[in-house]
């Protein structure tokens, strides 16, 4: 009888299904342990997660230091053997001496600001430009056929070759040198938007139309966190742009800033504090990358939840 059932059942009845044999399985306790349960170990991963932000962290600072390093054993060593005259290039230790100098007295963080706010100012405005021109684009793909050879001319023109043109149009204050920034900013921006924008997939757009979701909500909620990672990219692009876009402005004519300090340096041909001057430019530009850097870890935090 019972022959004849496992043969109705499919098996012989020597050796069960594995399906039925991992059912059927059960852990007998080991001596020692009792009838309690075997506990499973879970990793939680964190130290992956702290190896993943030390290398985060840590990789970059090192390999900035190590450039800074190799930067000043050449400089020092082109110094030393004289290969090049002291007043095109000063020693390292006179730079250092004149960037204290005109850090402790104020010259260099009043004119960083100055810098730093024309920066800021063309940024925004190239900012607000280029999401509003680049969601249109992304949206309605006709324009994009319009607008390219417009923004294909912009592009061939310098802005060395319009900035003149265009302090004396606005004149020579902090609006001159905002339009200037935002030239320089709002093509790379746009790109940068329209890119993200359609990078979005379409089945997304359909699962909030599904569930009623308005225009606002649909870019808030589906279209900027997806569309994040290559905005975020943008923006990094974009204020290292404007710092280039401010200091064209304050070479062409400005009575103020780092470029100013760069250009009445080498007007009065006095190396250290054009030199002093180029070191705090580019600590103002690795502050602005950093702070995006920051931001891109903080906003992107959902991704490696």
Same mark, same amino acid.
């Given at each position: 009888?019972?022959?004849?059932?496992?043969?109705h059942?499919?098996?012989?009845?020597?050796?069960?299904?594995?399906?039925?044999?991992?059912?059927?399985?059960?852990?007998?306790?080991?001596?020692?342990?009792?009838?309690?349960?075997?506990?499973?170990?879970?990793?939680n991963g964190?130290?992956?997660?702290?190896?993943?932000?030390?290398?985060?962290?840590?990789?970059p600072?090192?390999s900035?230091?190590?450039?800074?390093?190799?930067?000043?054993?050449?400089?020092?060593?082109?110094?030393? @053997? !004289?290969? %090049?005259? $002291?007043?095109?290039? #000063?020693s390292? =230790? &006179?730079? /250092?001496?004149?960037?204290?100098?005109?850090?402790?007295?104020g010259?260099?963080?009043?004119?960083?600001?100055?810098t730093?706010?024309?920066?800021?100012?063309?940024?925004?405005?190239?900012?607000?430009?280029a999401?509003? @021109? !680049?969601? %249109?684009? $992304?949206?309605?793909? #006709?324009?994009? =056929? &319009?607008? /390219?050879?417009?923004?294909?001319?912009?592009?061939?023109?310098?802005?060395?070759?319009?900035?003149?043109?265009?302090?004396?149009?606005?004149?020579?204050?902090?609006?001159?040198?905002?339009?200037?920034?935002?030239?320089?900013?709002?093509?790379?921006?746009?790109?940068?938007?329209?890119t993200?924008?359609?990078?979005?997939?379409?089945?997304?757009?359909d699962?909030?139309?599904v569930?009623?979701?308005?225009?606002?909500?649909?870019?808030?909620l589906?279209?900027?966190?997806?569309?994040?990672?290559?905005l975020?990219?943008?923006?990094?692009?974009?204020?290292?742009?404007s710092?280039?876009?401010?200091?064209?402005?304050?070479f062409?004519?400005a009575?103020?800033?780092?470029?100013?300090?760069?250009?009445?340096?080498?007007?009065?041909?006095?190396?250290?504090?054009?030199y002093?001057?180029?070191?705090?430019?580019?600590?103002?530009?690795?502050t602005?990358?950093?702070?995006?850097?920051?931001?891109?870890?903080?906003?992107?935090?959902?991704?490696?939840?």
């Amino acid at each position: 009888m019972m022959q004849q059932r496992a043969r109705h059942d499919g098996w012989t009845g020597r050796r069960p299904p594995t399906s039925a044999m991992a059912v059927a399985r059960v852990d007998l306790p080991t001596e020692g342990e009792g009838n309690h349960p075997k506990q499973t170990r879970h990793d939680n991963g964190a130290p992956a997660r702290a190896r993943k932000l030390g290398a985060r962290v840590f990789l970059p600072l090192f390999s900035l230091l190590l450039f800074t390093g190799l930067i000043y054993a050449v400089w020092e060593a082109v110094s030393r @053997a !004289g290969l %090049v005259d $002291a007043y095109i290039l #000063p020693s390292p =230790a &006179l730079v /250092a001496q004149e960037f204290w100098i005109e850090l402790t007295d104020g010259t260099l963080p009043a004119n960083a600001a100055v810098t730093l706010q024309e920066a800021l100012s063309g940024f925004a405005l190239a900012a607000v430009i280029a999401g509003a @021109a !680049g969601y %249109v684009i $992304a949206h309605v793909r #006709p324009l994009e =056929a &319009l607008a /390219a050879p417009f923004i294909a001319a912009s592009q061939a023109v310098p802005v060395v070759a319009v900035a003149p043109l265009l302090i004396l149009l606005l004149g020579g204050g902090l609006w001159s040198k905002t339009v200037i920034c935002a030239v320089v900013v709002v093509f790379p921006l746009l790109i940068t938007v329209v890119t993200g924008l359609r990078g979005v997939e379409r089945d997304y757009h359909d699962v909030a139309r599904v569930f009623g979701a308005s225009r606002l909500q649909t870019i808030t909620l589906v279209e900027l966190p997806l569309a994040a990672p290559t905005l975020l990219s943008g923006l990094k692009l974009g204020l290292t742009l404007s710092i280039i876009g401010a200091v064209v402005g304050e070479f062409v004519q400005a009575d103020s800033g780092l470029g100013f300090l760069i250009n009445s340096a080498s007007g009065n041909f006095v190396a250290a504090p054009k030199y002093a001057a180029l070191i705090a430019l580019i600590l103002l530009s690795i502050t602005l990358f950093g702070c995006v850097t920051l931001l891109e870890r903080i906003v992107l935090r959902w991704r490696d939840a």
